[in-house]
């Protein structure tokens, strides 16, 4: 077992190694874990996140500095992700709300809605060649 502080944890998750990935996991998921918490309020989201930043460093675990202490580029690459998932949450919310701004509630106007589209489907069925009618039916 590698004693955390050591240096040769961070040399041997930059190298590859299972092991030591899993000894940073299992020493620092509830710390991280904490961080994120307190600063997204939600437990889910907490999770989440915890596991999108683990899943980075094991990705990017070549280009860690091994000059720099394995915590610090943790919680760096923790605070990263958060950031990332917060605006990528926010692009999604924002474009679905403009997706209800355009189309309206989609339960208000559902049924108008099928009855355009079966009009519209009808119309371009009877525009077609009688050849293609008897393969659209």
């Known amino acids: ?70 915590n610090i580029q943790l919680f760096r690459i923790c605070r990263t992700v958060m950031i990332d998932e917060i605006r990528r949450l926010a692009v999604r919310k924002n474009t679905e709300m403009g997706y209800i701004d355009v189309v309206g509630e989609p339960a208000a106007n559902n049924d108008a809605l099928v009855k355009q589209l079966k009009d519209d489907i009808h119309s371009a069925i009877s525009a077609l060649p009688p050849a293609r009618k008897r393969f659209s039916s």
Not at 13 to 35: E, M, P, R, W
Request: glycine letters at 2%; aromatic letters at 14%.
């Open 1 to 70: 077992m590698y004693e955390i502080d050591d240096h040769d944890i961070l040399i041997d998750l930059i190298a590859g190694c299972d092991k030591a990935f899993s000894t940073v996991y299992h020493t620092y998921q509830n710390q991280a874990y904490t961080y994120l918490f307190r600063r997204t309020g939600s437990v889910t989201f907490a999770e989440e996140l915890v596991q999108l930043s683990f899943i980075k460093l094991w990705k990017n675990a070549a280009a860690l500095n091994p000059a720099i202490a394995l």
